[in-house]
């Protein structure tokens, strides 16, 4: 990744980020070792569109899951809000990207595909 995208992800919380990555957008995961720990052990995220309801609102959350567990995997959930940046990201996402893991305690990368 670019130096200066580096900076820029240790600032962003926990949770899924899109960024410009050196061959075009990229999906940042900062999440805790276990999340990175057990994605990178089974090589594989898998991602799911559920609705939801706030008050009196309504939209759509994308769970983020990886089954290091097959009853309860571990899950990271981010509400999609009309057109804010990260769900305008995943509208520009190619059909293949890169995938970086990010410890969120440490803000160092641990694992790039």
């Not at 939209?59 to 305008?88: H, Q, V, Y």
Request: net charge negative.
């Amino acid at each position: 990744m670019k130096p200066e995208v580096l900076q820029d992800v240790a600032s962003l919380g926990r949770g899924l980020w899109i960024v410009e990555g050196p061959d075009g957008p990229a999906l940042v995961v900062k999440a805790g070792k276990e999340f990175i720990l057990a994605a990178r052990e089974k090589r594989e995220l898998k991602f799911y569109l559920a609705p939801y309801e706030s008050d009196e609102a309504q939209g759509l959350t994308l769970l983020t899951a990886c089954f290091d567990d097959p009853i309860s995997p571990l899950t990271i959930k981010t509400p999609l809000m009309g057109s804010d940046p990260f769900t305008e990201g995943l509208k520009s996402l190619p059909d293949r990207f890169s995938v970086c893991f990010f410890d969120e305690h440490n803000r160092e990368l641990l694992s790039s595909t």
